[in-house]
């Protein structure tokens, strides 16, 4: 009893605190969204041609687009979701690092380099380059809007934890407006800046999240005297759950449901990076192929950083908060990372509203920079893919074709507004699982199919886009994540009969089987000497623009 009290009595002086500075918590997070709109304006003035629009005019170095890869792969998910699911589940909330760090392999030794020699702005450039150009590129567009969209579900749900708790927002309608706020914001970035101004919004924001990241796991430590094997025993002491909370199943091992659904998120963490839309065309930012190669080992570098800062502050809110206290402020865990800035300042005091607010502004500019990658990737897909070659059969000139991106970045940010009202109360780092299972799905087995087979059709790669596509997301709708347990997009009503949360480990064997299937049962004849020479030009880059 004397637990719970005192954990109600730590968030009553936390909101007192939080209100008493607010101001100033307002102030830095103005500054810091005052700053990246500078940023963004800055860079819209050097956008002049459809290249600066979509690949920055290909002039970033290796080390600053793997910095800005990093910043555009360390969303809201890792610093709010991965904190979070460790703080609540320990072990197994950790093998989202795990998952999320390990993906990067697959990435650089399949995709980097012969994406970068293969493409000019987006997936669809692949994928059509040996297929007929109008449907697979229309599929391109369709698989890169709707893995956009799931990931842009959770940077607006971390968005609405994190302003609604530095702002004492608790009802459901200031929530919203939130969201919304973000929305306008991204689409602003987009509009403006392109690729340019999203690059150098991203670069900063890394900088800031492995300072801040940085500065809290010394912290954590130092309340500790350094002594890892004291963090860990301390949290799992306070987590409730004993010796367990640092072995695996507290969240995956109860059953054998729960063990299925494990391995089906490693399947799709590992396999969706190399899917994922907004990390493929950052490859196109970069001059050669080398850079592209390059970029993506200082991502591993910097990320690989990053989520090893997750276990000290994860354990380090499990220990010095305790899980009570963080689903009091946010269910699903999403707010953990800014209560324990907020403990390490000192709660009630100024030094704890600075932490509190400097590491939210952080978040939320993760949130944003994420935010203008994904929409950028999907605007990007539908102008370049759908609008100048299926609908214009390309024949749209530069400006068309940019201000049809432009429009588009308007709708996109319309829809994800209105589905991410809808996902504010989920843990956004299983929201984001859910779009590596969509991406590992539906544009995984494509792009390898086009890269390394011989054989793959025009068929196949629809049969595998769509299947892929179609099968995850159905899956999807009809799972606990959409309905059916407290912590569902609706928990009032259940029709979930699908068991598992994640989807991947049936719609990613499905996609790869359809892409398979569809080309062996083609009438149509593989077009061997495009072949040749989409394989000497994805290994050699000659002929790359």
Known sequence: MSAVYHSHSVIQLAASSTSEHRPLIISL?????AATLAITVWAG????SASDFYAGGRQFTAFQ???????????????????????????DGFLY??????AWLVALLLVAEPLRNSGRYTMGDVLAYRMRQRPVRTAAGVSTIVVSIFYLLAQMAGAGVLVSLLLGITSDAGKILIVALVGVLMIVYVTIGGMKGTTWVQMVKAVLLIAGALLMTFMVLWKFNFNVSDLLGTAAEKSGHGAAFLEPGLKYGATDISKLDFISLGIALVLGTAGLPHILIRFYTVPTSKAARKSVNWAIGIIGAFYLMTIALGFGAAALIGPEEIKAKNPAGNAAA?????????VGTTGGAIMLAVISAVAFATILAVVAGLTLASSSSFAHDIYANVIRKGKATEREEMRAAKWATVAIGVVSIALGAMARDLNVAGLVALAFAVAASANLPTILYSLFWKKFTTQGALWSIYGGLFSSVFLVLFSPVVSGKASSMFPGVDFAWFPLENPGLISIPLGFLLGWIGSVVSKEE?????????EVKSLTGTGAH
Request: net charge negative; proline share 3%.
């Open 338 to 346: 800014p209560q324990l800035a907020e403990y390490l300042g000192g």
């Open 526 to 534: 593989p077009d061997a000497a495009k072949y040749a020479e989409l």
């Open 97 to 102: 690092s795990i998952g999320f760090l390990v």
């Open 65 to 91: 687009n793997g910095l800005a890869v990093s910043g555009d792969y360390m969303s809201a998910a890792s610093f709010l979701g991965i904190a979070g699911a460790i703080a609540l589940f320990g072990y």
């Open 29 to 33: 997070f103005a500054v810091f969204v």
């Open 45 to 48: 003035r050097q956008t002049k």
